[in-house]
């Protein structure tokens, strides 16, 4: 299976209709779990891109191997579309994925994901899971090494982080979830009663150090935080919900008991709650989300079944919409 991942620019010229891509670039081989979850693009406009490959692929500046398992990666192309490098995270014969990669103003690279078993991010750098999948943020430089990756997990269950987003002051803040009796970064533990699971937000410096860290509350099963990002000093976060009295800082996530749906979570960059949408239906799940300066935020997503907005019904045609 190939990738395809592409970098569009278009003129804004109001006499200009027909726009015109500027370039396109693909990449994988043999193996069937070849996917690209996450692009950035640096001060240069350079394209960085995150993903997981399985069998040999072929990124065009080099070749990742990692055999029976499935590897992360992360890939530089130039504002020309040129492979510069690719860089493996792997784990032997488990799996690693890369999810989320956001870069900020001094070209400081993110990547976030999970692992199962000790991942190898290069550089001399490894992390060692707690025997289940385990949440990872590692620091790249604009030249593909490693500067320091952290784990975050809670033994015997699965943690994931799904995305990740930069302040303008250079904070990292990373958004998941994990169903473990305990979630610990680095210093900081967050119980979880009720073993249900938890959605999480994290916030981290520069040098990796975790400055705060809260997770969602109550017995709901917190099925997913897919996308987070910043703007404004806001975090914005989506995902699904489903069931019972989940609340985020004392938030309810969702309108009514026995329901699914997806959600949009406000926070400070303190991490405290400021506000939740949720709109339930079928089987509903934010899967983008963004914000402009003027406090509009815009959420992309996955549907089947009814949507329920609240000035609108949308129904999914066949399946996933």
């Not at 396109?24 to 693009?41: E, H, L, Q, S, V």
């Not at 406009?45 to 990666?73: E, H, K, N, R």
């Not at 610990?184 to 150090?209: C, E, K, M, W």
């Amino acid at each position: 299976m190939r990738i395809l991942f592409t970098a569009v620019a278009f003129n804004l010229l109001c006499t200009l209709h027909a726009q015109q891509w500027n370039w396109a670039a693909d990449a994988g081989g043999g193996g069937n779990t070849d996917f690209c979850y996450g692009i950035a693009t640096d001060s240069q406009g350079s394209a960085y891109w995150v993903g997981t490959v399985s069998g040999s692929a072929d990124f065009g500046c080099g070749t990742l191997a990692p055999g029976s398992t499935i590897a992360g990666f992360v890939a530089k192309a130039d504002a020309n579309g040129v492979c510069q490098w690719v860089r493996g995270i792997t784990v032997g014969f488990n799996e690693a994925w890369a999810y989320g990669i956001a870069i900020d103003a001094q070209d400081r690279i993110y990547v976030t994901g999970s692992y199962d078993g000790n991942a190898d991010f290069g550089n001399g750098i490894t992390l060692n899971s707690m025997g289940s999948d385990d949440i990872f943020l590692a620091r790249y430089d604009v030249d593909g090494n490693c500067i320091w990756s952290r784990r975050a997990g809670s033994s015997g269950s699965s943690d994931e982080a799904r995305g990740v987003a930069v302040s303008e002051d250079g904070g990292v803040f990373i958004t998941g979830f994990s169903g473990g009796s305990t979630i610990t970064f680095d210093n900081i533990s967050i119980p979880n009663a009720g073993n249900a699971r938890q959605i999480i937000v994290a916030h981290y410096d520069s040098l990796g150090t975790v400055q705060w860290a809260k997770a969602s509350t109550g017995t709901a099963q917190g099925k997913t935080a897919r996308a987070i990002t910043v703007a404004n000093d806001r975090l914005f976060i989506t995902g699904q919900m489903g069931y019972n009295n989940a609340s985020f800082d004392g938030i309810p996530l969702l309108p009514a008991p026995n329901t699914v749906g997806m959600y949009t979570l406000a926070c400070d960059l303190d991490g405290n709650g400021l506000w939740a949408r949720s709109y339930i239906g079928g089987d509903n799940e934010g899967m983008g989300i963004s914000a402009d300066t003027l406090g509009n935020v815009f959420v992309a997503g996955r549907m089947w079944g009814n949507l329920y907005l609240p000035d609108d019904t949308l129904a999914s045609v066949s399946g996933n919409d």
